[in-house]
């Protein structure tokens, strides 16, 4: 079957940095997508991978090892509208998205 | 620019009704998926339309169709409607052209937040 993992919830501080890691098991692979679900609201994408290695983009990186079926993203100088849940998704072999459930992340002052 | 716009926000069905949901894609995209998320889940992917089209659907039962319009736009039917189907309804909106959008970056409407009693 086709699985995606990732933790369900975490906590950080304003400032710090957090790394919010995703595993994967799918049938055929054509890239990995991380979007930003704030309560209530649609998700809004963050990255896109499909080669191996780490993109960065402003405060956000995200990293992908096919070899590890491994992804994480990497959020630094947090900041409270931060909050959200981070979707982890994956492009099957019949280009359809397999959603992980989402990793909330709560931001303390 | 408007973008992937959605209707109705709210809609509350009694179980064995139907219900039509209407999504309106970002300008410039021909391509609509939708998905049904569950409370504290991750989207499950239902189906996708490209050029009024099914091109692509997921693990859901045919009491879920769709529609696909010549402006692009489109429309999510549901009928006999469950207890379990209570759910946000997402759309999203892609240029998918013959390039498969799974590449593309899916940009998502609000939702409509379903509730079956």
């Known amino acids: 079957g086709q699985n995606i993992d990732q933790p369900t919830e975490m906590t950080a501080t304003e400032g710090a940095i957090v790394q919010i890691n995703c595993t994967y098991q799918?049938?055929?692979?054509?890239?990995l997508f991380w979007y930003q679900q704030h309560a209530g609201e649609a998700p809004t994408f963050l990255s896109y991978n499909v080669l191996d290695g780490l993109e960065e983009k402003g405060r956000f990186s995200s990293f992908l090892s096919r070899s590890k079926g491994y992804s994480y993203l990497l959020l630094k100088e947090l900041q409270m509208k931060d909050s959200a849940s981070y979707l982890c998704a994956v492009g099957d072999s019949n280009y359809q998205l397999i959603w992980g459930a989402g990793t909330k992340l709560i931001i303390k002052p | 620019d408007a973008g992937v716009t959605q209707s109705p926000t709210h809609l509350i069905k009694t179980r064995g009704q139907q219900v039509t949901l209407r999504c309106s894609p970002k300008?410039?995209?021909?391509?609509v998926s939708w998905y049904q998320q569950a409370l504290g889940q991750g989207p499950q992917f239902i189906f996708q339309?490209?050029?009024?089209?099914?091109?692509q659907r997921g693990n859901f039962p045919d009491r879920f169709s769709g529609h696909q319009f010549p402006n692009y736009s489109s429309e999510l039917n549901v009928n006999a409607l469950l207890l379990g189907d209570s759910a946000l309804y997402l759309c999203?909106?892609?240029?998918?052209?013959?390039?498969?959008?799974?590449?593309?970056?899916?940009?998502f409407g609000p939702g409509t937040r379903l509730t079956v009693l």
């Open positions: 999203a909106s892609s240029p998918g052209g013959t390039s498969g959008s799974v590449y593309n970056e899916q940009f």
């Open positions: 339309y490209y050029e009024e089209e099914e091109r």
């Open positions: 799918t049938s055929g692979f054509n890239g």
């Open positions: 300008s410039g995209h021909d391509t």
